[in-house]
């Protein structure tokens, strides 16, 4: 009996495993496979416009019936939102075809500080309720009926082409600017899963790169492990690539530099959505073998400045920056794999002048 026991314990570990594995690359495998299509279709951005100083939401799947709901007050993250607003935090269950929603706290600024305001009993008690009819989506609040209106961004940089003197590092067809193995993607065109190696830049040259990414959906996998790669500047300085849609935006969360940086603002998407990096970089400057003068970098994410700061050293996983001091050749980029099938593509560098 203890060995039946055994095995069934050993099989449900295996289940679980299978199910936080599971990636999705395209819309068509999500279609396909159906488990996920109805929480991957009501995952994403909402906005209020009724009252409440234009509130809107983030709406994050965490598996087939189950969501992560975030509140902002004025707007979305980098469009009304900022880190000086309060925030609303919920969770989510589909019940009866509605969308059933728990208050858990509220996020306040308070003199420069963030509190957190856990809700008692009968705060949490109070359910938000959203409705899909004719098309269109409603939240009841008590008596009180909305319509919400259904966003999809779209950074104002994506699908920007490569200026004239740049270096084109991919636009589908050109791969002369990788060092070893690529792979093409099989699921968007003219696009490259990660993980892959960029030939060196000219030494302490400064320069403007373009990146555009699509994550994929893994509504089961939480942290590190849903969807999760990064673009080391210089191969020294990794700025995240997660599926951090929704989160705080911390330094090991999309747009964060590991261990230095925090983004002013979390401008990650919702997955399978293409996003963009635009990074103003000027490496750290080296007399007599020694640092004289950090790196600079400016990040914009999706077309919203979340950086301009110093890097005062490698992040985790990067190459030595104090060898850099005696190389005699520049460094490139590294688009890091780690394991999950991230999407890249339009992928240029300019030197500034």
């Not at 940086?261 to 399978?272: A, K, S, Y």
């Not at 999950?340 to 240029?348: A, D, E, G, P």
Request: proline share 3%; hydrophobic share 35%.
């Amino acid at each position: 009996m203890k060995k039946l026991a055994s095995l069934l314990a050993i099989l449900a570990l295996a289940c679980v495993a299978n199910a936080r594995a599971q990636e999705f690359t395209s819309v068509a495998q999500i279609e396909k496979d159906g488990t996920y299509l109805d929480a991957f279709n009501i995952q994403g951005e909402y906005l209020w416009p009724e009252g409440f100083g234009g509130a809107a939401f983030q709406v994050i799947a965490r598996g087939a019936d189950k969501f992560d709901v975030v509140g902002y007050q004025g707007g979305l993250p980098g469009n009304g939102w900022d880190r000086s607003k309060a925030r609303f935090f919920g969770q989510g269950e589909i019940k009866d075809g509605k969308l059933v929603v728990s208050g858990v706290k509220m996020n306040i600024p308070r003199k420069g500080d963030e509190a957190d305001v856990i809700f008692n009993d009968e705060q949490k008690a109070r359910k938000l309720i959203a409705t899909i009819e004719d098309g269109k989506y409603y939240l009841q609040n008590g008596d009180k009926k909305s319509e919400l209106i259904k966003v999809d961004r779209e950074s104002e940089t994506l699908g920007q082409k490569a200026p004239e003197g740049a270096v084109v590092i991919w636009d589908g067809k050109d791969h002369g600017m990788f060092e070893g193995e690529f792979k093409p993607s099989d699921q968007q065109e003219d696009a490259l899963w990660s993980e892959f190696r960029v030939k060196p830049f000219e030494r302490g040259k400064a320069y403007q790169l373009h990146i555009e990414f699509m994550l994929s959906f893994m509504p089961n996998a939480t942290g590190q492990a849903r969807s999760n790669s990064g673009v080391y500047i210089q191969e020294e300085y990794e700025c995240q690539v997660l599926d951090s849609f929704g989160l705080n935006g911390e330094n090991n969360e999309c747009g964060g530099f590991y261990q230095q940086l925090i983004p002013e603002v979390n401008m990650c998407f919702p997955p399978l959505t293409w996003q963009t990096y635009d990074f103003d970089v000027t490496p750290a400057k080296y007399e007599d073998g020694k640092k004289v003068a950090n790196a600079h970098i400016i990040v914009k994410h999706n077309g919203v400045q979340i950086h301009d700061a110093e890097l005062e050293h490698e992040t985790p996983g990067g190459k030595n920056e104090k060898d850099e001091a005696t190389e005699t050749t520049g460094r490139g980029i590294f688009l890091q794999g780690h394991g999950n099938k991230v999407q890249y593509r339009n992928i240029w560098m300019k030197y500034k002048d």
